[in-house]
């Protein structure tokens, strides 16, 4: 599921930063420019780029100037694009319809709107829906290729972990995150004082509009003028000390569902909605010392079998026959099994749901039915439960996610280039 949240997050974040949120019709017959291994960038694909990003200009009520150097940029940015989705290709990766549809659904909630709202909008703006919706598959592969081939390469050691613990990042890591979005009245360069008046009077005016009840994310697509307005404003998740001092120290005490602003920038007045915070408090669960005979069906004892064997050995239990002798003798889970099926502490989110729905709600020293999982059919027993602060393993964890992405970006440039250094690539112009 993280991995899944992760993908979303990238694919919005590459859709604003690429340009690729108004994908137009294409408006030139096709021909092929480059080659790329087994795939092509068509004359279309980059026509339809300098528009997208002619449209994004006009939007921000600023222009792009069609130059050949503009136009090499972004025939080189579609190689190295179709150079990745053919090692995805290579990979056997795929991204099913499913997926795409829950970004999709992504993108309209962050609209306001619905897949049929979206559809609509996208449409409404002259451009094809179809070629977004591929558009937005297209991205998710090259985001899981990424994921894929250059975090495998990611390595933290429990030294380094220790170390950056120790450190002015390792107390970031243990710093509240907050769930943002911002509006953004933009200020040009050396604004004069008649601009910032006028500038922070429409923040003013937002702001009241959102106070009245003004979804949020349409008046971040129809006023903002930051790079994510077309994406509902959505900032995602930010560590409070890795943002600019003016807006830590008045996000400081914030609380879930607060606006806060207008805020004075070098880059215009924002408007920040604190949608979600975490982190402050310490983190304790439940644990459970808990034991378990498992019996598997294989292919010579069947599904039947494996669990009549199960019910025999519950009730031996039931007439007072020693339980982790039973479990030496029968269960199939061999580190358990030598240890009379103790498995020791663990926790819900360590187990199979069936399992852990069904220890959760065992009184202690009672032995549960025959319960089947994946694995096959259990017996088990509570013994005793505890609570647990498990706050430095998350401060550790988050530590450890901190510096696997400031690696990913470094692993990233490197695989990139040697990516389009082992690519086939034939220009065609």
Do not use: C
Request: cysteine-free; hydrophobic content about 40%; glycine content about 6%.
């Amino acid at each position: 599921m993280n991995s899944l949240k992760l993908s979303i997050k990238y694919v919005l974040s590459a859709l604003v930063f690429s340009g690729l949120v108004g994908i137009a019709e294409p408006r030139v017959i096709d021909k092929i420019v480059a080659v790329v291994d087994s795939g092509v960038v068509l004359s279309s694909d980059i026509e339809t780029r300098l528009y997208d990003l002619q449209t994004q200009a006009e939007s921000r009520s600023t222009t792009v100037e069609i130059t050949n150097e503009l136009r090499q940029q972004v025939l080189e940015r579609l190689i190295l694009e179709q150079a990745q989705v053919e090692v995805a290709k290579r990979r056997g990766l795929q991204i099913d319809d499913a997926r795409v549809n829950e970004t999709l659904l992504q993108i309209a909630k962050n609209r306001d709107t619905d897949l049929v709202g979206l559809k609509n909008a996208i449409e409404s703006e002259g451009k094809s829906f179809t070629i977004f919706r591929e558009q937005i598959r297209r991205e998710l592969l090259i985001s899981a290729v990424r994921d894929r081939e250059v975090r495998s390469r990611i390595r933290i050691s429990d030294l380094e972990l220790e170390r950056f613990m120790e450190t002015t990042g390792g107390q970031i890591s243990t710093a509240p995150e907050l769930l943002l979005s911002q509006i953004v009245v933009g200020l040009p360069n050396r604004p004069s004082p008649e601009v910032i008046l006028q500038a922070e009077q429409k923040a003013v005016q937002i702001r009241d509009a959102l106070l009245k009840g003004a979804p949020f994310g349409q008046m971040a697509v129809r006023y903002s003028d930051a790079p994510e307005a077309s994406q509902g404003g959505d900032l995602g998740w930010r560590n409070i000390l890795e943002l600019s001092p003016v807006f830590a120290d008045v996000l400081a005490d914030a609380n879930k569902n607060t606006l806060i602003g207008p805020v004075r920038s070098l880059g215009g007045f924002h408007l920040i909605a604190v949608r979600d915070r975490r982190g402050d408090q310490s983190v304790v669960i439940t644990e459970y010392r808990v034991r378990h005979i498992l019996i598997k069906p294989d292919a010579v004892r069947s599904p039947e079998k494996a669990e009549e064997l199960a019910q025999n050995i519950r009730r031996e239990v039931q007439g007072s026959a020693d339980f982790a002798e039973l479990a030496r003798r029968f269960s199939e889970d061999p580190l358990s099994a030598a240890k009379g099926g103790d498995l020791g502490w663990v926790r819900v989110d360590q187990l199979v749901p069936s399992f852990a729905s069904v220890m959760t709600e065992l009184p202690l020293s009672t032995l549960s039915e025959v319960t089947r999982s994946r694995f096959g059919y259990h017996l088990i027993e509570v013994l005793d439960t505890r609570e647990s602060d498990i706050s430095e393993e998350q401060m550790k964890n988050r530590a450890r996610q901190i510096l696997t992405e400031r690696k990913f970006s470094q692993e990233l440039d490197s695989w990139l280039r040697q990516v389009r250094a082992d690519a086939f690539v034939e220009i065609k112009l």
